[in-house]
Nanobody, 114 residues
Framework: QVQLVESGGGLVQPGGSLRLSCAASGFTLSGYTMSWYRQAPGEERELVASITNTGTYKNYADSVKGRFTISRDNAKNTVYLQMNSLKPEDTAVYFC???????WGQGTQVTISS
C-alpha cells in the first residue's frame, strides 16, 4: 500500500522556521521527482517546490524563493521542506506529491501567526 505521510507542521510566529518531512512507504521514491504543494483556505492548491530524483535540480515558487529549501534523502525514502523566515501568507496545508504517480499525502497544517 502506497503512503506519503507528511509531518512537521505546526503553529509558529512570523519569522520562524519549520521543517516538513514526507516519508514514503509502499514504493521507492528515488526514481521520481517529488513536489511540495500547499493550499490555503479558499485558495487553489499551488506548487511550492520540486526536486528531481537525484536532487540535482530544484525549482521554487517565486513567493518562497530564498526562504524555502527542498531536499531529499533517498536512503530514508523521505523528502523535506525547510521553511525559514515564515510569513502569515505561508499559512496553508502542505502536501507531498509524486507527479508521475499522482500520489498525494494527507497534508500537514502550517499556521504562521503571532
Amino acid at each position: 500500500q502506497v503512503q506519503l505521510v507528511e509531518s512537521g507542521g505546526g503553529l509558529v510566529q512570523p519569522g520562524g522556521s519549520l521543517r516538513l518531512s514526507c516519508a514514503a512507504s509502499g514504493f521507492t521514491l528515488s526514481g521520481y521527482t517529488m513536489s511540495w504543494y500547499r493550499q490555503a483556505p479558499g485558495e487553489e492548491r499551488e506548487l511550492v517546490a520540486s526536486i528531481t530524483n537525484t536532487g540535482t535540480y530544484k525549482n521554487y515558487a517565486d513567493s518562497v524563493k530564498g526562504r524555502f529549501t527542498i531536499s531529499r534523502d533517498n536512503a530514508k525514502n523521505t523528502v523535506y521542506l525547510q521553511m525559514n523566515s515564515l510569513k502569515p501568507e505561508d499559512t496553508a496545508v502542505y502536501f507531498c506529491h509524486v507527479p508521475r504517480k499522482a500520489y498525494w499525502g494527507q497534508g500537514t497544517q502550517v499556521t504562521i501567526s503571532s
